[in-house]
């Protein structure tokens, strides 16, 4: 079993940055070929894929909306997974999860086995 820590998040204007952190633990988390992603979710709708990297830093994914503003990096040795957003929108409100697969380059919610809390990001107009 993975478990997930998420820091970061909180409230900012448009335009700004932030910078979310995702650190995994549990016995089979290395050497394992573990991926960790961020998904999203705002108030009344589905759960999207956001972006996602391989712990040994290759295979960066993002979604379209995000591509150009939001940079994903992995630190493999503290298993941990950064996503630096900058120029935010109000549209990037959201609760913002962090979770895990060992399905290379998978964007689905279905793929990924571990979940975080979450963390809330909220872009203010």
């Known amino acids: 079993q993975v478990q997930l820590v998420e820091s970061g998040g909180g409230l900012v204007q448009a335009g700004g940055s932030l910078r979310l952190s995702c650190t995994a633990s549990g016995s089979r988390i290395s050497g394992y070929g573990y991926s960790l992603g961020w998904f999203r979710q705002a108030p009344g709708k589905e759960r999207e894929f956001v972006s996602s990297?391989?712990?040994?830093?290759?295979?960066?994914q993002y979604a379209d909306s995000v591509k150009g503003r939001f940079f994903i990096s992995a630190n493999n040795a503290k298993s941990t997974v950064t996503l630096q957003m900058i120029n935010l929108e109000p549209g990037d409100t959201a609760v913002y999860y962090c979770?895990?697969?060992?399905?290379?380059?998978?964007?689905?919610?279905?793929?990924?086995?571990?979940w975080g809390q979450g963390t809330q990001v909220t872009v203010s107009s």
């Open positions: 979770a895990a697969t060992r399905s290379e380059r998978a964007h689905r919610a279905a793929d990924f086995s571990s």
């Open positions: 990297i391989a712990l040994n830093g290759f295979g960066e």
